[in-house]
């Protein structure tokens, strides 16, 4: 029968306090993927109680340069002896340079401890291109999250004392209503963030791109900075709502705002879409390089809805219904003409 792992004997193996026999068996049982959360979870609580010291290293730096003045000012004493001054500058010389080791080891384990502490705090889930990938969230809540994006949750007291998470590229949310009336908040690195209490939408923060929200079913408050100021919007359902590189907000009104979350099942819906978008879309979702040499034909627009689970069908599918035709090149890219 293995022993039991308890708290106590967790928190004397990150104290450096636990035998040989102990630490093998705490590494093996953490190892283990349902152990994997509780384990930081008594990380976490052990951090909060024992905050790590973080060196002032002006302050040291000061006082090792007052030691070497003062040390400097005894060896100027006659009453030294040749040879007593020399091996006490041998021994300043090591002291210095086994500081300045242990000065730069010590930076170097403290930034890595932010690191490291980021991926402590927070669940990341993301997803490749083509891939459509489905999540539920301890509150309760769904996402639906697109292809080459990710959505960053966190680990410990998500939907108790926080319901924060950030996105980069697009999702889909379906956020659950608490008893408390808690706020869901999504965050994306486009200046804006989004705040809930209990409904459906689609956010879409692209890094080369306007961002854009959709509100599906109830109420949401868009905030997003203009001018070094943020600013709030009320949306309704049916409101669509892009947010330029300044800041600059335009609402309005669409009539099936389920047409902008139809990449959940694989759908691509168009209405008088510029062929040059359909391009970047490429790109966004398949991580594939479409271009088209003709300017006037990158500026016509194609409307409808396609099925694809590959960017193969989707350029299949573009092409033949568009009177066009594509070629792949060496480096993989794609280069979309008129048909002949």
Excluded at 113 to 125: A, M, S
């Amino acid at each position: 029968m293995k022993p039991e792992i308890s708290k106590e004997m967790v928190f004397h193996y990150f104290e450096g306090r636990a035998t040989a026999f102990q630490k093998e068996l705490i590494e093996g049982w953490a190892r283990e993927s349902v152990n994997f959360e509780q384990f930081f979870v008594w990380l976490q609580e052990w951090e909060n109680k024992n905050l790590q010291y973080a060196s002032d290293v002006e302050v040291g730096i000061a006082r090792h340069r007052n030691r070497m003045n003062d040390q400097n000012r005894n060896s100027a004493n006659p009453s030294s002896q040749p040879g007593e001054v020399a091996g006490r500058n041998r021994f300043l010389r090591s002291i210095h340079t086994s500081w300045l080791v242990a000065a730069s080891l010590l930076i170097v384990m403290l930034a890595a401890g932010l690191l490291f502490k980021d991926l402590i705090r927070y669940q990341t889930y993301t997803t490749d291109y083509g891939e459509i990938r489905r999540l539920q969230l301890p509150d309760g809540s769904k996402v639906v999250l697109n292809a080459n994006s990710s959505l960053r949750v966190p680990r410990f007291g998500f939907g108790a004392d926080t319901r924060e998470v950030h996105l980069r590229g697009e999702a889909n949310f379906a956020v659950e209503h608490t008893p408390s009336h808690q706020r869901f908040v999504v965050k994306t690195e486009k200046n804006f963030n989004v705040e809930v209490l209990g409904t459906e939408f689609n956010v879409y923060a692209r890094p080369l791109a306007n961002a854009r929200v959709v509100l599906n079913k109830g109420k949401i408050l868009l905030n997003y900075q203009k001018d070094h100021q943020i600013q709030k919007l009320l949306m309704k359902p049916g409101d669509l709502v892009t947010v330029d590189a300044r800041g600059r907000a335009e609402q309005q009104k669409t009539a099936n705002p389920q047409k902008y979350s139809a990449w959940k099942v694989h759908r691509f819906v168009f209405e008088k879409t510029s062929l040059k978008e359909v391009c970047a879309l490429f790109k966004e979702s398949f991580g594939l390089q479409v271009s088209i040499p003709d300017n006037n034909l990158a500026q016509l627009t194609i409307s409808g809805s396609f099925t694809a689970i590959n960017a193969e069908e989707l350029l299949d599918i573009l092409t033949e219904d568009s009177g066009l035709t594509y070629s792949r090149q060496k480096d993989g890219s794609v280069i979309i003409r008129a048909s002949p």
